[in-house]
């Protein structure tokens, strides 16, 4: 009996929906049949049976969701099969004890089918290599990438030879095998590929943006506003911060207006309880900041945000920005936020499609400041003028509230002495 188990179809992954089952008890199968739809949140893919022979048991159910390494099918393997597959492993021994076979990675007979993912056997179809013949060095022999750049390297090196069984009485022949041609380009395009492990940080942040794409909705909105007066108010602002050594830019204005804003629409500084069915508004305002770091993007939290004045913030952004950077952010530091701000502006940019920071619902993009002609009472004039982006989560936010949040935004940044009327 062979068990048939669910195999990582995608790179890394954990688990599978099972879409539709192809095969019922009872029916007759031959090696490489589609037996199985899986479903995970990389690929859709179908998979084949291992063996030739007759489906015994089934152990899964369409819809379930189960994990890489469970029984799926148990395949009673026909008498044939099973006799060629032993044929063919007695063969390799026998040409593996004539020193024939130079390389482990070289001509290995399988009674099943080769283990490897929808993209290596891709990339064996690309080199022109039987992904049969190689022998694998991944996780229950899964054949890799690199094994199949090896496999390659050592077919063109070195031609493979086969041996014949002699009968009895004659000598032993052996006749060349047809170098295995790789490809020009593929072979090309290979060896110019530098392999990067996704770990850290960065897997993290893949795993994260994966999940909030999957579980959220996005919308996107795209507004502009003039910063004239903001730019005005800084700079009376400035000598009174330098003297103070506080780097003053334009972010802590923007958070006090999203402080405001948010107050004043408080669905969207709130989560969702999935498990509980339960929209959580919450009432204190950890607004997250998006920084560049040499190892990606981490998002230091401002705790209060709405307690502290324009240059508490802007002395806080400047500490957690550099503490982020040399890698040194507690835990305390990057969690609990309520709304994420990206400020992308000073390297340029019009417009963006920002992804939420999950469990949040929304998160602001700003954009590049630069002057532009713009009409203010039917006549031409040049203003500093900047574009900003919302995302936000359909499943609770309307269109009508996003584009009034952000109209309120716009209206206390254009007129910047609101912002000294509306703080508390």
Do not use: C
Not at 51 to 66: D, N, P, Q, S
Not at 120 to 138: H, Y
Not at 248 to 277: C, G, H, M, R
Not at 399 to 415: D, M, P
């Amino acid at each position: 009996m062979v068990e048939f188990k669910l195999p990582d179809v995608g790179e890394g992954m954990h688990e599978g929906e099972i879409i539709k089952i192809l095969v019922k008890p009872g029916d007759a199968v031959e090696q490489d049949q589609p037996v199985i739809e899986v479903q995970t949140d990389k690929v859709n893919a179908e998979l084949s049976a291992p063996v030739t022979g007759v489906i015994k048991e089934i152990r899964i159910a369409e819809g379930e969701t189960v994990e890489v390494g469970t029984t799926l099918l148990v395949i009673e393997q026909s008498a044939g099969s099973a006799k060629e597959g032993a044929a063919a492993t007695q063969e390799a021994v026998r040409t593996e004890e004539k020193g024939e076979a130079s390389t482990p990675r070289h001509v290995t007979s399988r009674p099943t089918r080769a283990l490897a993912t929808p993209y290596v056997r891709q990339m064996a179809r690309e080199m022109k290599i039987d992904i049969e013949k190689v022998a694998g060095t991944g996780a229950a022999g899964r054949v890799t990438e690199e094994d199949l750049r090896q496999y390659a390297a050592a077919a063109s090196t070195k031609p493979a030879k086969r041996t014949i069984v002699p009968a009895a009485n004659s000598e032993a022949v052996t006749a060349p095998v047809e170098k295995i041609s790789v490809g020009k380009h593929a072979g090309e395009s290979m060896s110019r590929i530098d392999r990067i492990p996704m770990k850290g940080i960065r897997k993290k942040i893949a795993e994260h943006m994966t999940k909030s794409v999957t579980i959220i909705p996005h919308v996107t909105s795209v507004d502009e506003m003039e910063m004239d007066q903001l730019r005005g108010l800084r700079e009376q602002m400035l000598p009174l911060a330098q003297k103070r050594n506080i780097k003053l830019t334009f972010l802590p204005f923007f958070i006090k207006a999203l402080v405001i804003a948010l107050k004043e629409f408080p669905v969207l500084n709130a989560s969702i309880d999935d498990a509980a069915q339960e929209i959580l508004l919450k009432r204190f305002y950890h607004i997250g900041v998006a920084t560049d770091t040499p190892d990606g993007l981490i998002v230091p939290v401002i705790k209060d945000a709405d307690r502290k004045s324009i240059f508490q913030l802007a002395e806080e952004i400047a500490q957690l920005a550099e503490l982020a950077r040399a890698g040194k952010l507690t835990l305390e530091q990057i969690t609990g936020g309520t709304f994420t701000i990206s400020n992308v502006g000073p390297i340029g940019g019009l417009q963006a499609n920002p992804i939420i920071n999950h469990p949040e619902v929304a998160i602001i993009a700003l954009h590049k400041m630069e002057k532009r002609w713009v009409v203010r009472e039917d006549e031409g004039v040049i203003r500093w003028m900047m574009n900003f982006s919302l995302s936000f989560d359909h499943r609770l936010i309307d269109g009508v509230t996003a584009v009034r949040f952000t109209n309120r935004i716009k209206e206390l940044l254009e007129n910047p002495t609101l912002l000294f009327a509306e703080m508390v």
